[in-house]
T-cell receptor, first 111, second 113 residues
Framework: LAKTTQPISMDSYEGQEVNITCSHN???????ITWYQQFPSQGPRFIIQ?????VTNEVASLFIPADRKSSTLSLPRVSLSDTAVYYC????????????WGAGTKLIIKP | NAGVTQTPKFQVLKTGQSMTLQCAQD?????MYWYRQDPGMGLRLIYY???????DKGEVPNGYNVSRLNKREFSLRLESAAPSQTSVYFC????????????FGQGTRLTVV
């Protein structure tokens, strides 16, 4: 199974840039890397997806090095409302490319 | 624009009772999914439907059945509920099965006593 490893929790302060790194040593050649955000009592919400180098949208940036064995989600100038659990996902080609969900990173933003 | 709608939002069952969780999406998506999430854990895939008329087992299918009623609706049935099935259940949909953004419902909190 393609699996990911990310920190269990992180703290930061309002206005700071937050970087969450995820390792995925066994990522397959055709796999994309996808990040979701989940607030308590809500379903996950898609943040960003990438294959290589850098992807940026209105919410975040995703940095993927050439070997693709890790990726970093960057959240610019976080606010209290960014407190959530963040999941890094890769597809598992052995199960029809279903996404494998780990426990995620619980990000707490302090004032 | 409702997105993915799940019913009910909360349910308490007694051990051995049956029930069906309903899910409907209005985005004309081909693929739909059922996940469960236990406290402090990530999501685990129960069943999925790549397209209308097809269903496949995910990581934890035992004790569940599904029906892809039409392109919009995907239901999850518990035939004989057990306390181990106490969890939050999420339905999701996406345009295609692979590498595409999935949209999630708000979840159904199920307690089996």
């Amino acid at each position: 199974l393609a699996k990911t490893t990310q920190p269990i929790s992180m703290d930061s302060y309002e206005g700071q840039e937050v970087n969450i790194t995820c390792s995925h040593n066994n990522i397959a050649t055709n796999d994309y890397i996808t990040w979701y955000q989940q607030f308590p009592s809500q379903g996950p919400r898609f943040i960003i997806q990438g294959y290589k180098t850098k992807v940026t949208n209105e919410v975040a940036s995703l940095f993927i090095p050439a070997d693709r064995k890790s990726s970093t989600l960057s959240l610019p100038r976080v606010s209290l409302s960014d407190t959530a659990v963040y999941y890094c996902l890769v597809a598992d080609k052995d199960s029809n490319y279903q996404l494998i969900w780990g426990a995620g990173t619980k990000l707490i933003i302090k004032p | 624009n409702a997105g993915v709608t799940q019913t009910p939002k909360f349910q308490v069952l007694k051990t051995g009772q049956s029930m069906t969780l309903q899910c409907a999406q209005d985005m004309n998506h081909n693929s739909m999914y059922w996940y469960r999430q236990d406290p402090g854990m990530g999501l685990r895939l129960i069943y999925y439907s790549a397209s209308e008329g097809t269903t496949d087992k995910g990581e934890v299918p035992n004790g569940y059945n599904v029906s892809r009623l039409n392109k919009r609706e995907f239901s999850l049935r518990l035939e004989s509920a057990a306390p181990s099935q106490t969890s939050v259940y999420f339905c999701a949909s996406s345009e295609a099965l692979v590498g595409i953004e999935a949209f999630f419902g708000q979840g159904t909190r199920l307690t089996v006593v």
